[in-house]
C-alpha cells in the first residue's frame, strides 16, 4: 500500500514563507506524476501545482510566480516552496500522485493533508 505524508504547514503571517514536503513510501510508490491540491473552508478542493517525473511544471494562475514545485524521484519527495503568501492561501494542502501528464492526470493517492493558515 503505498502512503503519502505532507509536512511543513503551520500558520504564518501575510508575505512570509512555507515549505510544505511530502514523502511517499510503500510498494509501487513511484508516480510519474506528483501534485498539491489544496481546499479552503467551504469551498472545493482545487488544484495548486503538478510535477512530472522530467521535472515539467504546471500551476494554478492564483500562485504562479510566487509558488515553487520539486521534486526528488531518489528520495520520493515531492515539494512546495510557498513564497509571498496571501491569506486566500489558506487550506488544507494534500499532496497526491498519479498517471499522465502535468496537462492532465489521474490522481491515484492522496495523503492525509496539512493545515496552512495565512494571517492578515
Known amino acids: 500500500q503505498v502512503q503519502l505524508v505532507e509536512s511543513g504547514g503551520g500558520l504564518v503571517q501575510a508575505g512570509g514563507s512555507l515549505r510544505l514536503s511530502c514523502a511517499v513510501s510503500?510498494?509501487?510508490?513511484?508516480?510519474?506524476?506528483m501534485g498539491w491540491h489544496r481546499q479552503a473552508p467551504g469551498k472545493q478542493r482545487e488544484r495548486v501545482a503538478y510535477?512530472?517525473?522530467?521535472?515539467?511544471?504546471n500551476y494554478a494562475d492564483s500562485v504562479k510566480g510566487r509558488f515553487t514545485i520539486s521534486r526528488d524521484n531518489a528520495k520520493n519527495t515531492v515539494y512546495l516552496q510557498m513564497n509571498s503568501l496571501k491569506p486566500e492561501d489558506t487550506g488544507v494542502y494534500y499532496c497526491?500522485?498519479?498517471?499522465?501528464?502535468?496537462?492532465?492526470?489521474?490522481?491515484?493517492?492522496w495523503g492525509q493533508g496539512t493545515q496552512v493558515t495565512v494571517s492578515s
Open positions: 510503500g510498494r509501487d510508490s513511484s508516480f510519474n506524476v
Open positions: 497526491n500522485g498519479g498517471r499522465g501528464s502535468t496537462s492532465y492526470y489521474i490522481i491515484d493517492s
Open positions: 510535477i512530472g517525473s522530467g521535472g515539467s511544471t
